[in-house]
């Protein structure tokens, strides 16, 4: 079976993919290079985006660039390939954490990717209030399995366990807003009104603080003079997931990444809306409390879902250009 070349349209629409993969602050921690004879395409780390402070061990930059791995995946079966991922295909290079080879997808292959990938453009994150109703079982499922598929675990809670989860979460909400360095590199990435910048948080995408307090959204701004919305009321009974997994080393917290976008977008494709908590992940003590008993969990992200408004859009760096026999920076 003779499959497409890989030329500067199809280019531009697996990075256009990978680029609109969630990161943390909106960081896009990233790099991507093209061996056109291989048919292959680079997933590098970028340090000049780490978060030294919230992110010592890179654990979230890990998380955030396998959610690009997973979306240049989508992507790549869209197009018409099968995309075969390497983690960490050069021990000298410890940056090169993935390699993504565009294979020939011959009939009676494995299942396509490419039913999500309009989703790739519909997800963002949502800090707005979400209206209480419940998503169905069957939907909440697809997302269980969607993490099992690619080697992580999702958790959904009862109320009294999501009361826990979102409780520490507010414990590392306040922590972090009593610590100035902590607040201060997260308020790094916070764009003000009338600038226009490629990466971090727009204004306009921070969302609103809950009135009653219950829902602890991150408070990138802190006491920096910009406009905020009105406080408003967030829903009574959240729905939260808890992603971990079983072990916690690199090749983990790749795999949570795409773990985390598969059901990301699956949701999406639902038309759920979801904004991620990652404020315990950031505290040694209370990430390790959000395990609650379950031995040997590793948690990764809190996922919030439920129905309401479209999350705000965040920029994302454009796609650079791209002359075939030529790496993309």
């Not at 963002?124 to 099992?148: C, K, L, N, Y």
């Not at 917290?253 to 404020?279: D, F, I, P």
């Amino acid at each position: 079976m003779q499959s497409r070349a890989v030329d500067v349209t199809a280019v531009e629409t697996l990075l256009s993919a990978a680029v609109a993969a969630p990161s943390i602050h909106n960081t896009q921690p990233w790099r991507f290079g093209l061996d056109p004879d291989r048919r292959t395409i680079e997933v590098r780390a970028d340090r000049r985006r780490a978060l030294p402070t919230a992110d010592p061990d890179r654990r979230a930059q890990h998380v955030s660039v396998g959610a690009a791995v997973f979306n240049l995946r989508v992507a790549a079966a869209y197009l018409g390939w099968n995309p075969a991922v390497r983690l960490f295909p050069a021990v000298d290079d410890p940056d090169l954490l993935a390699t993504v080879r565009l294979g020939v997808l011959a009939a009676g292959g494995p299942p396509s990717l490419s039913g999500l990938y309009e989703a790739v453009a519909r997800r963002h994150t949502s800090r707005m209030p979400f209206t209480g109703r419940p998503v169905p079982e069957p939907i909440v499922s697809e997302m269980v399995a969607a993490a099992r598929t690619e080697g992580a675990h999702l958790f959904v809670p009862d109320i009294l366990g999501t009361r826990r989860l979102l409780r520490l979460t507010q414990a590392a909400e306040a922590r972090t807003a009593g610590h100035p360095e902590r607040a201060g590199e997260a308020r790094i990435w916070v764009t003000g009104p009338g600038k226009a910048a490629p990466y971090g948080i727009p204004v306009a995408a921070l969302g609103p603080r809950d009135v009653s307090g219950r829902m602890p959204m991150r408070d990138f701004a802190g006491p920096l003079p910009v406009p905020r919305l009105p406080a408003l009321r967030f829903e009574r009974h959240a729905q939260v997931a808890l992603l971990w997994t079983s072990w916690d080393n690199r090749e983990d917290w790749l795999r949570a990444g795409q773990a985390l976008e598969r059901v990301l977008l699956t949701a999406t494709a639902h038309r759920v809306r979801t904004s991620m908590l990652h404020q315990a992940m950031e505290w040694p003590d209370l990430r390790a409390a959000m395990a609650g008993t379950r031995p040997r969990c590793h948690p990764q992200l809190l996922i919030r879902f439920g129905y309401g408004p479209e999350g705000g859009r965040t920029p994302r760096a454009s796609v650079p250009p791209f002359t075939p026999g030529r790496g993309c920076p």
